[in-house]
């Protein structure tokens, strides 16, 4: 097994990924981020209802909706915009405009999705403490992390807009520890989710929470069941998203294989 | 901006990563798998203890132990094996063996971890139903990727071993999905124990889980925060294990940058 080149040609180089495994995954990425959506206002509108200030316990239930379509669907959108746009647009401007459009979408979301929780806690009688669950803190990190890469990605998208050129070098070496930690952040987002909605769930269903499967007609049942419905679509997505993201371009990196990979 | 190749010398090729960075991501990692397993023995043996089936309520908190040992700890080592031992040994026997080997090592950890957790709820009177959080269906989701993965990878390591040259285009095409559903495994092993903890503190402190800031010095106070403690070094093993695993050995496969990537 020796580290032999077996052919030098241009040729003889392989692209990375087939396109067609890439469509098939971005389509099932698409469905499952709406679905996402889907079934969180579905959980909110047909068990809880949107309020603002005067009815903290409900506003809470902003909070949910306004991440998953802050730091999930709009997030997600752009990952998958960023890879899908390199396959057909030439120029990478375009690229990053429709990637960082996304992000920015997700702002206002996360923001007030932060808001909504912040009120419900302080607004009640007597009220919640902040940040003292595990949640919260994969939350906030979560949400830090999310505004370093915007603050990182944005910069360098207008850096890219002045000094093209000057910069490259820099620029280019920072994609993949970019590209990284974005599925990271949105991983870690899948995280804050899946706990948030467990400790929803135990706090709002109590006992009957542990019920679900016994009496799924029930009204905790029904509930409980879209909220871990909910929660497994989430879960496909961070079992989708990661091989979606790790097809590159093939004219961008060619990669020759020079030894066998066994 | 054209797709035009710069430099087609094999000089010219340039290894993806540098090797310190990787040694530095390497160290953190595994000074964070030993916390893991650190905190969790902290946190059962100071505020519960171990027990067998005479006392179901106790044997619950080798379920967590357990589960961190095999899920994170030793999947996690068998992940850092791999690619640890790709840049210092030249026989892929070796390197395979190794990672074989600490996966092997956490199949009696994680059978062990679910047998106590069902035990510790069909033992009790009356009885906890099983499998109906969405902790539990993470963790479901979790064990049979472990095992499907465990199962490719040993039937692979086998075949490598009995008829090698005959395979090898099928194995190599297999490598990089079976090292991003073994990620995809490890950061589901996260989420698992994240949502977890989360439903463990909420029914084991309670009321004084919200009060773990306010009143730290108080016992409820020290376990929500070493509960907590443990949670934030797994969202940091979410963080730094990505960035590990994506380092690939440099002479193994050469990459060629073909268009500057800004």
């Known amino acids: 097994m020796g580290s032999q080149v077996k052919d030098r040609t241009p040729e003889a180089w392989k692209a990375p990924e087939p396109r067609t495994s890439f469509w098939l995954l971005f389509t099932a990425a698409q469905i499952l981020l709406l679905a996402a959506v889907t079934l969180v206002l579905f959980w909110v509108l047909k068990f809880h209802k949107f309020a603002w200030r005067e009815d903290p316990a409900n506003e809470f239930y902003a909070h949910p909706v306004l991440m998953i379509v802050g730091l999930i669907f709009f997030a997600g959108e752009g990952m998958l915009m960023y890879r ?12 990053k405009l429709a990637h960082t459009i996304c992000h920015f ?14 009120d419900s806690h302080q607004l009640r009688f007597p009220p919640i403490p902040d940040f003292y669950s595990l949640h919260s803190w994969v939350g906030l990190v979560t949400i830090s992390l999310f505004a370093l890469q915007f603050a990182v990605g944005f910069t360098s998208f207008i850096v890219f807009l002045c000094c093209d050129t000057n910069t490259a070098a820099f620029r280019a070496a920072l994609v993949p520890i970019h590209g990284t930690m974005g599925l990271v952040t ?24 542990s019920t679900i499967l016994l009496r799924p007609e029930s009204r905790a049942g029904i509930e409980g069941l879209v909220m871990n419905s909910l929660g497994a ?6 079992i989708v998203m990661p091989f979606v993201l790790r097809q590159r371009r093939p004219q961008y990196q060619l990669v020759q294989v020079v030894e066998n990979q066994n």
Chains 1, 2 share one sequence.
């Open 84 to 95: 899908s746009l390199e396959i057909c647009v030439k120029h990478r401007f375009y690229i």
């Open 105 to 118: 979408l997700a702002i206002p979301a996360i923001v007030m999705g932060l808001i909504t929780v912040l």
């Open 186 to 209: 949105f991983l870690l987002s899948i995280v804050a989710a899946i706990s948030g909605l467990t400790e929803k769930a135990i706090f709002s269903l109590g006992k009957d929470y």
């Open 233 to 238: 679509v989430l879960i496909a997505l961070a």
